[in-house]
């Protein structure tokens, strides 16, 4: 029988120390030239008893701080270092992070990334934080301090799930991130009703008059991408574009011809 997400969750120095934890990678097509940029890091465990576990069945909200801390500095590490090697490849290739709040928080951030992204060789622009809408609006100024400090030192900061946080237009203006990321529930809804669409269509715009690009996750249907080509988005992800997959499948992927 499965444990709990809590009993797994309790279990996560151990399956660290056993090497369990694995990162997969889900590209970013850049679509206006079809390129992939980016590829966003995905925590995978593969877990002795139960298999491949998705991150929904391990982390909680309960984990402990100093674990989600040790946690969240071994998935930087792992991502850089895969990038770096993809890079000595000959890949132009940055790697996105997801960002639990309290790691995002952390008054010691700022330099451990610069020591990580030194210890792997990478300019600071090969990274980009990903943090939900819902986690950033929790501490509005404090997140928009930290949002400004990472961008002044060259690191790229997305937000997640956009568009189901309640933010307020005032704040989102003053968030000087890279990238938003449109929330999978848009994309599903994309085409079926005249109004998300027009939703959607300011959102865009509303991000490109402030310089932002904007990238629409879940994407599940050739149908989806049409719209969001013709939405004028600048990046998408999705499975039917590529899953997340193992580090190995990622430079062919790329390399594709398309
Ligand atoms: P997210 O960052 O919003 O990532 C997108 C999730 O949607 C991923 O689930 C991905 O596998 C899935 N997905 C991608 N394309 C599609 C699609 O076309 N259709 C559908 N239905 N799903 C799609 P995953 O890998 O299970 O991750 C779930 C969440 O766990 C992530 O959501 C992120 O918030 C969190 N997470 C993942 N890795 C990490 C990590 O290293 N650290 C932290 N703190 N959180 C992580
Ligand atoms: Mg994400
Ligand atoms: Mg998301």
Known sequence: MMESADALAADL???????????HYQPKLHLATDRVREVEALLRWQHPKHGLLLPGAFLTGRIDGDVALVLGRWV??????????????????????????????????PMALDELLADAGLPPARLNLEITEVAAVVAMDRTAARVRELRRRGLHVTLDDFGTGFSSLTWLQQLPVTMRKLDQSFTTQLGKHSQTD???????????SLELEIIAEGVETAGQLTHLRRLEFDYAQGFHICRPVPAEHVLPYVRRPR
Request: charged share 25%; glycine share 4%.
């Open 13 to 23: 120095p151990r399956a660290l120390e056993h090497r369990e934890l694995v990162l």
């Open 76 to 109: 930087v590490r792992a991502a850089l270092d895969q990038c770096a090697a993809w890079v000595a490849e000959g890949a132009d290739l940055g790697v996105c992070v997801n960002f639990s709040p309290r790691q995002f928080d952390d008054p010691a951030l």
């Open 198 to 208: 027009a939703i959607v269509d300011s959102v865009v715009r509303l991000a490109h």
